[in-house]
């Protein structure tokens, strides 16, 4: 892997990057409170989905595209991903530690502080289900709160093919939410990157009384607090640039930059290395 630049210069981007749109919902979060920072958005379309990967298969993902952010210039690094953080945060941390990582967690905690119903849903990949991370979270905050969880098996392709209202989609919400509203949930977290985009989907079927935690601005201000504590925000009173990469398609990433951000730019194509043999050899094992 190569190694990082002199990233003492505030001028130089934020990397962020997800299995592919649903990290925009986290970018458009950050554009919105650091609108100076200049961005890097990173897509891996070419291996979405990342929920039913094996873990290690998505840590050697993270850690060729952290890799390649760095390259790139990035002085601190957004895993605007769930999957992505619970597989491989810790170990992202542990082998950059000269770089700031900012990473997804379920908002957990404030579901479980502001349920009136003491039932609360989470709507999250299986990888982030199964890891560590959301265990603890669990543990920690809400042990008296009946948590009903569901993975959404689709969701993520519905988003990624720019179906944000239509009949499968709906379906799709509607075979997860129906249960959890029978048992009295009041409060849902967004467990998914992807999962905000649909939003008013979700409250088309849930009604006003039900209360949506997107972790998006929570994610943004600890990239302002991340960024501030190293001395690396950038003063310049200039709206900032993103470059935008994927992996996929770049008419397709195009498209659905345009439907969910009303943003416009250029993409540029990524070509990825095979994934290093140990990492291919490590991603036969879960875990």
């Known amino acids: 892997m190569t190694l990082m630049k002199d990233h003492s ?13 649903g990290g925009l919902s986290v970018l458009r979060a ?14 891996d379309q070419a291996h979405i989905p990342y929920g039913p990967r094996l873990k290690a298969k998505i840590r050697a993902f993270a850690f060729e595209i952290t890799s390649f952010l760095l390259e ?70 809400a042990k008296n709160v009946m948590i009903l969880q569901d993975t959404c098996p689709g969701l993520v392709e519905s988003i990624e093919a720019g179906e944000m209202q239509g009949g499968e989609t709906r379906q799709i919400l509607e075979k ?19 999962y905000p985009f649909v939003i008013p989907l979700i409250q088309s079927i849930t009604g006003p009384g039900v209360r949506i935690i997107d972790p998006a601005p929570a994610i943004a201000r600890q990239t302002r607090r991340l960024l501030d504590h190293h001395h690396i925000l950038n003063l310049e009173q200039i709206p900032g640039k993103v470059r935008y990469f994927t992996t996929g398609e770049i008419d397709k990433f195009s498209k659905l930059l345009t439907v969910l951000l009303g943003q416009t730019g250029p993409v540029e194509k990524v070509f990825w290395r095979e994934i290093l ?3 291919d050899d490590l991603s036969t094992h879960p875990g």
């Open 277 to 279: 043999k140990l990492g």
């Open 9 to 21: 210069n505030s001028q130089q981007p934020v990397g962020i990057f997800d299995s592919g749109v």
């Open 30 to 43: 950050i554009q919105k409170l650091l609108p100076h920072e200049n961005l890097l958005y990173l897509g």
């Open 176 to 194: 997860a939410l129906d249960p959890m509203l029978a048992e009295g949930i009041d409060t849902i977290v967004m467990g998914c990157t992807h």
């Open 72 to 141: 790139q210039g990035a002085k601190l690094i957004v895993v605007a991903c769930n999957t992505a953080s619970a597989a491989a945060l810790v170990e992202l941390r542990q082998y950059f530690p000269e770089i700031p990582f900012v990473g997804m967690e379920p908002a957990v905690k404030p579901a479980a502080e502001t349920t009136q119903t003491g039932k609360v849903g989470v709507l999250a990949t299986p990888t982030t289900f199964s890891g560590d991370l959301y265990a603890s979270v669990v543990e920690r905050f």
